[in-house]
């Protein structure tokens, strides 16, 4: 194996290991376009072809031998041009090829010292010709890359840092010798069958590197199966793997994307050249249209042979997937896909000391910080409130503070069973409120202003008790970047337009609730009894659904409804658009026009035009106006 020309810079490195470097904030991602933007911009591209080609092509087999020869990969017809052409007849808008797959075989002329396509016959740099076919055919490109390196011996236990330097060296180069990638699909890192965490291969280091060298670069995650559906842990977009029986949520509301495969398998075997793929009606009718509605842009595989080229009955079906896609006519706009925090950095609280208020007999705190969703820590029955609380290292600093709550992972918890909670934090023998709510989220994101605390604590109420509510994993972080916050939104269903009269308070806010006697009642949030729905005028009160929304200094910021600033006295029309100049302590949001607007506020979106909202059936918040 050649030398790799980044050991010299590792040596150098290395040599300066005995510097003390002073404890600060995380060095920002450098960003260009406003990742929420190249989120929406990657969704509404609906439809794209995965190009699973490498070495193990031409062995027939899923991933590739990483003992055999380099000399088989030995494309005698390649057309990427064809490739591109069958995309582009099938309506897709991207193409995305595996520049290297789990054996570690790298189709450009890599100088890391891995097995490439330097030393194979012909010598061809595939990724090359790949973004020149797909770039002169109008598509975007992306690459898939996988961590995973059987050849490289990048595995589990055996990474070294010089295996990383290895890794980012590889992306240095096909991020800055093949001009613009509009996104990287990782694989083969923190899977249940790669074991590599990212502790290993540390994500935040990989991602900063990335987002150097190209910050409009999403980075896609294959870990929707391993982390929960409702957040974006260690991706720009949620990434699901429908092949391995990962599928996208009836609700998810996140940018993402599903991929399949045409065939059986994911790379040619010699017996595909007349195999049955799957229909254009599956493709189209069960996939692509039902996945676009749910924010998730579809990555459909088509495999080129060992000639480098797609078979005949594969440029078929592609085609008549693109003739069955035009018989729909024009399709509907892309929904707007939820901005929610991305979590880049370690785990703060993984592996830490944990205590709590109490537990069930073999059911211990450590199983809400054992880095593990699958266990959760929960109060014993018959006890309604409960807390959590984490020993941090000395000095840790974090300013994003997430719990998960597991629903839906059993039949009889459907529903969130958290009514409310709170997170504080221990400094100097004093505990401080640094975060409370009510939200039915199943994950909770607290974004903080950067802080330290010898502890945090998680202290939840239970909506009953004759069901406790548990916490399936706490993570506490700190991340890079500008300080952010997620606020309330209330998102209106449209199914009513006016306000009720008799026993109810102007702009005073409910939670619909299920009694002991299966009635649904409203609850204030403010506190108070219950009252019934007032049924007998539906015409007469607004509902709402209860979101999340995340900004941070600089965005803009949309008003849906008019109100009051924090003051009482200022005046904020419906439809004003102002930009966040920060928070203040209690997490409300300065604008910078100079008003101070309360965090619980509600009626605000983005600061740019929204298109084709999703019409919900069903709510847990309303509010009633009443003008009388």
């Not at 010292?113 to 012909?122: L, Q």
């Not at 599956?282 to 249209?289: A, G, K, P, S």
């Not at 594969?314 to 991305?342: F, N, W």
């Not at 918040?621 to 003008?627: E, K, L, Q, Y």
Request: proline share 6%.
């Amino acid at each position: 194996m050649r030398n790799p020309i980044w050991a010299v810079t590792l040596a150098l490195a290395s040599c300066m290991t005995h510097q003390t470097v002073e404890a600060g904030p995380p060095e920002p991602y450098r960003s260009e376009t406003d990742l929420h933007t190249l989120q929406q911009r990657f969704v509404d591209l609906r439809f794209g072809m995965f190009i699973h080609y490498n070495m193990a092509t031409y062995q027939d087999r899923e991933w590739g031998d990483p003992k055999g020869p380099t000399e088989a990969f030995d494309p005698t017809r390649l057309d990427t041009d064809q490739w591109a052409e069958a995309a582009r007849s099938a309506g897709m808008t991207y193409g995305c090829l595996t520049t290297k797959h789990h054996d570690g075989f790298c189709l450009w002329p890599t100088e890391s010292g891995g097995d490439s396509v330097r030393d194979t016959p012909k010598k061809i740099d595939i990724v090359r010709a790949y973004v020149d076919s797909f770039r002169a055919k109008g598509l975007r490109v992306g690459l898939y890359y996988s961590i995973l390196d059987l050849r490289g011996d990048i595995r589990h236990h055996n990474v070294e840092p010089a295996d990383i330097e290895r890794i980012k060296f590889e992306l240095t180069e096909l991020l800055t010798d093949y001009g613009p990638i509009d996104f990287l699909i990782f694989d083969g890192w923190d899977a249940p069958w790669s074991r590599i965490t990212y502790e290993e291969v540390p994500f935040d280091d990989i991602y900063r590197h990335i987002k150097r060298l190209q910050p409009d670069c999403l980075v896609a995650e294959l870990n929707a199966g391993v982390y929960p559906s409702s957040a974006l842990y260690y991706s720009d977009i949620k990434a699901y793997e429908q092949n391995a029986g990962q599928n996208v949520p009836t609700d998810s509301r996140l940018p993402a994307l599903s991929c399949v495969t045409l065939s059986d398998g994911w790379f040619w075997k010699s017996w595909d050249n007349k195999a049955e793929l799957k229909s254009a009606e599956q493709v189209v009718d069960e996939w692509l249209l039902p996945l676009n509605a749910r924010f998730c842009n579809l990555i459909c595989n088509a495999a080129p042979n060992s000639e480098g080229r797609l078979s005949p009955n594969l440029i078929s079906r592609l085609k008549e997937i693109g003739e069955r896609i035009a018989s729909k006519g024009d399709l509907p706009p892309m929904p707007r896909a939820t901005h929610v925090p991305v979590i880049t950095a370690k785990n703060l609280a993984t592996g830490r000391p944990i205590r709590a208020s109490d537990s069930p007999d073999t059911m211990g705190p450590d199983l809400a910080n054992d880095g593990s969703f699958g266990s959760t820590w929960y109060p014993p029955s018959g006890q309604t409130d409960g807390w959590i609380e984490v020993d941090l290292a000395p000095k840790s600093e974090f300013n994003r503070v997430v719990f998960v709550e597991p629903v839906g992972r059993w039949d009889d918890y459907a529903q969130s069973r958290i009514e409310s909670y709170k997170i504080e934090g221990l400094k100097g023998g004093e505990w401080t409120e640094v975060a409370a709510g009510n939200s039915s989220d199943p994950v909770r994101i607290a974004t903080l202003t950067r802080r330290q605390a010898d502890r945090v604590r998680v202290s939840i109420k239970n909506k009953s008790n004759r069901n406790s509510a548990h916490i399936s994993e706490i993570g506490i972080y700190d991340e890079p970047g500008k300080e952010e916050r997620e606020l309330l939104k209330l998102k209106s269903l449209n199914l009513s337009d006016a306000n009720v009269k008799g026993g109810y308070v102007r702009g005073e806010r409910y939670r619909v609730e299920i009694d002991a006697e299966g009635q649904a009642m409203l609850a204030p949030l403010q506190g108070g009894a219950k009252k019934p729905i007032p049924h007998a005028a539906p015409d007469r009160f607004e509902v709402y659904r209860e979101e999340r929304l995340g900004l941070a200094g600089d965005d803009r910021v949309r008003f849906c409804l008019g109100g009051t600033a924090l003051d009482g006295k200022r005046r904020i029309s419906n439809g004003r658009i102002d930009e966040v100049a920060g928070f203040d302590r209690a997490g409300n949001f300065r604008l910078k026009s100079g008003l101070v607007v309360a965090k619980d506020y509600g009626h605000l979106d983005y600061g740019f035009v929204i298109t084709s909202p999703t019409r919900a059936a069903s709510a847990d918040s309303a509010r009633i106006d009443n003008t009388a």
